[in-house]
């Protein structure tokens, strides 16, 4: 499978792609810091920075799954709310990198002021574009706790799709990702409870059912999670090893006078602070993605 994201951040949407084991095409991002961390996280990935002048024609049936969260600062209720008079309205520019690229799915996120933003007029234009574009679309609101994380986060998700984008190619790739995807879960599982059978620790439930029974258990609860994709609850971490710039937790000299800790942050930690609160949630796009393999 091959993604393409569209107001890429630091890469919320190429690293659950990562993690789908799909090969990352190109980002877009326009702010340098969010430029660094793309380029030292997925260096083979093409890179774009100003979505408003760039021609993505080149990707022309080349990309199964087009993400884009498009700034929600016109929406969110913690700004002003300015909606399509607000410059970073670029609604606009993504329809046109979609009427470009021509993906099969494209998936786009946004806060959930947008729904009820002028009588949730941008929440429907969005859909209606994307219908216009030959897309069938579902809008999901999503938070972050619901993959277990420590905050509510609403978020709305359009997921959209179109049989007729792309090349015969993509089907060929769909198939494989799915294969993928199935053969890969069902190993974990089976490693799992083989491993809990051959260390002798077994749930009260398991016990009188042996081995090969926990086995076939196995089995049946993969299935289970094909049909509900947003069940499942593992994930991987990054490492930012090596990564070329000092700790996040300014551990060493951040160039500040040490009369100044605890009073004012390094531009480093304030433009990790930044990305983090303007980030999509991996974990939430990781299922999302699941999920349109599973389809």
């Known amino acids: 499978m091959r993604h393409g994201s569209l107001f890429s951040g630091i890469g919320g949407f190429d690293l659950a792609a990562e993690w789908m084991g799909w090969t990352n095409v190109f980002h877009c991002e326009w702010n340098a810091f969010g430029q660094q961390i793309l380029k030292h996280h997925f260096p083979n990935a093409k890179s774009y920075t100003n979505i408003k002048t760039t021609d993505f024609t080149i990707h022309r049936g080349d990309i199964d ?21 607000d410059e970073r309205h670029l609604w606009p520019e993504m329809l046109r990198a979609i009427r470009e690229i021509q993906p099969t799915w494209v998936v786009g996120e946004n806060v959930r002021g947008l729904t009820n933003w002028n009588g949730g007029v941008v929440f429907n234009k969005v859909q209606a574009d994307l219908e216009a574009e030959g897309y069938e679309v579902t809008p999901f609101l999503l938070p ?11 978020r709305i998700w359009f997921v959209a799709y179109s049989g007729c984008s792309g090349t015969g190619a993509n089907a060929k790739r769909f198939n494989e990702s799915r294969e993928l995807l199935q053969t890969t879960e069902r190993q974990k599982n089976k490693q799992q409870y083989k491993s809990s059978c051959e260390s002798g620790v077994t749930s ?28 499942a609850r593992s994930y991987e971490r990054r490492t930012w090893d090596n990564f070329p710039t000092q700790s996040p937790l300014c551990s060493r000299n951040d160039g500040l006078s040490s009369e100044l800790v605890g009073i004012t942050f390094s531009k480093h930690r304030n433009e990790s602070i930044k990305a983090y609160g303007n980030a999509i949630v991996p974990q939430v796009a990781l299922q999302i993605f699941k999920a349109i393999v599973a389809s």
Do not use: W
């Open 65 to 85: 799954v087009l993400t884009g969260g498009f700034p929600c600062q016109p929406y969110s209720e913690a700004g002003k709310r300015l909606g399509t008079e």
């Open 204 to 231: 009260d439930t398991d016990s009188n059912i042996g081995c090969e029974g926990r086995m076939h258990k196995a089995e049946q609860q993969e299935a289970e999670r094909h049909v509900s994709p947003f069940n």
């Open 144 to 154: 972050a706790c619901a993959v277990n994380a420590p905050h509510r986060r609403d």
